[in-house]
């Protein structure tokens, strides 16, 4: 089975600096990894996505992410943070079978709040 | 630009009343979900359906909860009687199922209070 793992439930940051918003995942076959983000009252929204093409994947609002399989990761990056970036970030891996075939069906993170302050 | 749609957006009732929320799915999706996000539990999923069979409801109490899918184009989920423990927003999502990679598309949710 696959799971996520969110490290840090809130991150606060200064506006200009750097994100970095952390997320672990455990699966036996390579997985599909995801970010989505929640700005208040509103639904998830897909910020970016991993599906084996490239290691390093470009979003919108100029995060990006990295799969790293060493370390099982896929943190979230953005170089200079913006107040309109603060949302709860949610990480998300697809369900998947032997054959790497998805289900269809995710497993979220529990979430992380992002707080950028002035 | 192709969004899921829900109705309605937001819902107050009395405890023991019938709930029913209504999700549109992206045309050609052939996955739709349901979940729930409360400050205490988070996003919890409740039930999802491909082509429009349920797979899995376990998510779901059974007693007073049900989802169903009249048509591709309508998922509906529905509380009976309602309990001031539902309050929570309860969103819908649509996939492609097994053509994708598992990326959901989430509708703006329904804001469900129960008094």
């Known amino acids: 089975a696959q799971s996520v793992t969110q490290l840090g439930s809130h991150v606060s940051v200064s506006e200009g600096a750097l994100v970095l918003l952390r997320c672990n995942y455990s699966s036996s076959v390579p997985p599909y990894l995801f970010w989505y983000v929640q700005y208040p009252n509103q639904g998830l929204q897909l910020l970016l996505k991993y599906t084996s093409a490239a290691t390093l994947v470009k979003g919108i609002n100029g995060f990006e992410a990295e799969f790293k399989k060493s370390e099982t990761s896929f943190h979230l990056t953005k170089p200079s943070a913006h107040m309109s970036d603060a949302a709860e970030y949610f990480c998300?891996?697809?369900?998947?079978?032997?054959?790497?075939?998805?289900?269809?069906?995710?497993?979220f993170g529990q979430g992380t709040i992002l707080t950028v302050h002035p | 630009d192709a969004r899921v749609t829900q109705t309605p957006r937001d819902k107050v009732t009395e405890m023991g009343q019938e709930v029913t929320m209504r999700c549109q799915p992206i045309l050609g999706h052939n996955t739709v979900f349901w979940y729930r996000q409360t400050m205490m539990q988070g996003l919890e999923l409740l039930a999802y359906?491909?082509?429009?069979?349920?797979?899995?409801d376990s998510g779901m109490p059974k007693d007073r909860f049900s989802a169903e899918m009249p048509d591709a184009t309508l998922a509906t989920l529905k509380i009976q009687p309602s309990e001031p423990r539902d309050s929570a927003v309860y969103f819908c999502?649509?996939?492609?199922?097994?053509?994708?990679?598992?990326?959901?598309?989430f509708g703006p949710g329904t804001r469900l209070t129960v008094l």
């Open positions: 998300a891996v697809s369900v998947v079978n032997a054959g790497g075939t998805s289900y269809g069906k995710l497993t």
């Open positions: 359906f491909r082509n429009r069979a349920p797979l899995d």
């Open positions: 999502a649509s996939g492609r199922g097994l053509a994708g990679y598992g990326e959901q598309f």
